[in-house]
């Protein structure tokens, strides 16, 4: 919802902003009817990198407004190379505070009430953000569920 609010405010004040969803929503109808929205459907975890490379992003935004205790999402960004954007509450926080800032914004959680603000805030960001100078080079990273999980 929170994106969706973004993408129908980014849009409305003709911002700079393209929104790419790697994968699928609950609302992907919604999202289908915003011209700076793209949405990648759904992909093997397999793909996932190679996935996320393909999409030419600046950065990725972790919309998240739960303290997650892990977040395997914002493991695969860090490993992707890409700079993060997350609120600043739980793990995300924790482990993205260990991170330089020239490739990391956490964003107060009142924030999350307000999308332009966060419009406001990634766009300020942006251009001050250390971006490769390179494409993102995908990693090779793989494991089995067992040495994830353990026996």
């Not at 459907?41 to 935004?61: I, K, N, P, S, T």
């Not at 739960?66 to 992707?80: F, M």
Request: charged content about 20%.
């Amino acid at each position: 919802r929170l994106l969706l609010a973004m993408a129908q405010a980014a849009a409305r004040r003709s911002l700079p902003i393209e929104f790419v969803i790697v994968g699928h929503t609950d609302m992907d109808s919604a999202f289908a009817t915003c011209a700076n929205v793209t949405m990648t459907g759904r992909y093997r975890e397999e793909d996932l990198f190679e996935l996320m490379a393909a999409q030419g992003a600046h950065a990725v935004f972790l919309s998240s407004v739960s303290p997650e205790t892990y977040s395997y999402v914002l493991t695969t960004v860090i490993e992707a190379g890409f700079p993060v954007v997350a609120f600043n509450l739980g793990a995300q926080a924790e482990r993205l505070s260990d991170l330089t800032p020239e490739t990391t914004l956490l964003l107060d959680e009142e924030m999350a009430g307000a999308p332009a603000r966060i419009n406001r805030a990634l766009l300020g960001w942006i251009g001050d953000v250390k971006l490769p100078d390179t494409p993102v080079a995908v990693p090779d990273v793989s494991y089995s569920a067992e040495e994830y999980y353990g026996n």
